[in-house]
């Protein structure tokens, strides 16, 4: 059965309550499968003087440089352990992106279901390697800005180390937003037929436009879709402007279930719901025997 993950990330601007309400709108109203965030110690992540630099985008900045920025943004590990018994309280599951060793470590620590490993750090074989070795839960990797031979030996390293199927693997093109032409489809459809015997699932991240291409994406063989999720996509910040706002997330959800309900073979040559058309409408000639 096809997972949604509304990906909140830094969307709760770095406020509790917001980041509460979230979970709740993507359980209650979204009916998604589980609400994702992010976690980054930002001054292991960052060198000196990116942290200490301006923004690259002034207004979509929480602080005075980029370092502040991204520390306004940040949950600490408790905030982290209360927003995964908020997420359990509602039954939707949590689970956060890990963007450095610390983060690592600290989420690892939660027990989520799963743990998310960015496209920025999915060639971080210290981070990933604690993973595989002192996680149990599913490790799901993105593709974005990542050769076919890198791909190739994030997958190798898992099955080195006997994780392999417990990996999901997502399609993916790292932009905000994404132009349908560079949504690149068919790369599900290729990741199916290398990896699909080597690593538990594939699945497909998106940061486009509409939810369209998620559909079709499904129909190709993701078994998971993630979407940035917001309550308003014109709020201050990065990633709103790509995310989905409630109803569109509400939708998502609903039109891949209903597809995927539908993505089947006839089960005989007439169905039952025909059956009562064929006797009403059906013109039927007289068969003559063959032989």
Known sequence: MVKVIAEIGCNHMGQM????????????????????????????????????APHPVPANSYGDTYGAHREALEFTVEQHAE???????????????VWDMTSAR?????????IKIPSATNLNWELQGFLAENYEGEIHVSTGMTT????EHVIKFYEDRG??????????????????????????????????????SIGFSGHHLGIAADVAALALGAEWVERHFTLDRTWKGTDHAASLEPDGMRRLCRDLRHVETALTF??????????????????????????
């Open 83 to 97: 927003l995964k018994a908020f997420c359990d309280g509602l039954g939707i599951g949590y689970s956060t992106s």
């Open 148 to 151: 076919r031979d890198e791909i």
């Open 266 to 291: 006839k089960s005989k040559d007439v169905l039952d719901v025909e059956d009562v058309q064929r006797k009403k409408l059906k013109w039927q000639p007289e068969l003559k025997a063959v032989g």
């Open 17 to 52: 309550e917001i980041a509460k309400e979230l979970i709740s709108v993507a359980a209650h109203v979204c009916k998604a499968d589980y609400a994702k965030f992010q976690k980054r110690n930002n001054r292991e992540l960052l060198p000196p003087a990116q942290y200490n």
């Open 163 to 200: 994780r392999a199927k417990d990996l999901v693997v997502y399609s993916c093109t790292s932009g905000y937003p994404v132009a349908f032409e560079d949504l690149c489809l068919r790369e599900i459809e290729r990741l199916r037929g290398k990896y699909a015997d080597r690593v538990k």
């Open 106 to 114: 600290e989420i690892a620590a939660l027990k989520p279901d799963l």
